[in-house]
């Protein structure tokens, strides 16, 4: 599976966002998927999960910020991204897993001015 990441962007503290992850396969074939970040001299992080049943879980940290969904008909998972800050700053990947495989796509680099 080719995982396609885009939307990043500069943005100042308080502004939104919102990343696409392109697959190159029908969704139903996927039973999980979501993103990754990974913030300077730190390690990666996840963020957002969708699973199976439209279940989603979220870091702590984006709780309430952060929104996680995915449109079947275009094979694309979404992260609408809200309320930024500066400490969300970094490179975010999207990934999938299907037992027993798992998929990363390449990164989209998030930047919040303070």
């Known amino acids: 599976v080719q995982l396609q990441a885009s939307g990043g962007g500069l943005v100042e503290t308080g502004g939104s966002l919102r990343l696409s992850c392109a697959a190159s396969r029908s969704l139903i074939s996927l039973n999980k998927m979501g993103w990754y970040r990974q913030a300077p001299g730190k390690e990666r992080e996840s963020v957002a999960i969708?699973?199976?049943?439209?279940?989603?879980d979220y870091a702590d940290s984006v709780k309430g910020r952060f929104t996680i969904s995915r449109d079947y008909a275009k094979n694309t998972v979404y992260l609408q991204m809200n309320t930024l800050k500066p400490e969300d700053t970094g490179v975010y990947y999207c990934?999938?897993?299907?037992?027993?495989?798992?998929?990363w796509g390449g990164g989209t680099l998030v930047t919040v001015s303070s």
């Open positions: 990934y999938a897993s299907t037992y027993p495989m798992n998929y």
């Open positions: 969708i699973t199976g049943g439209e279940r989603t």
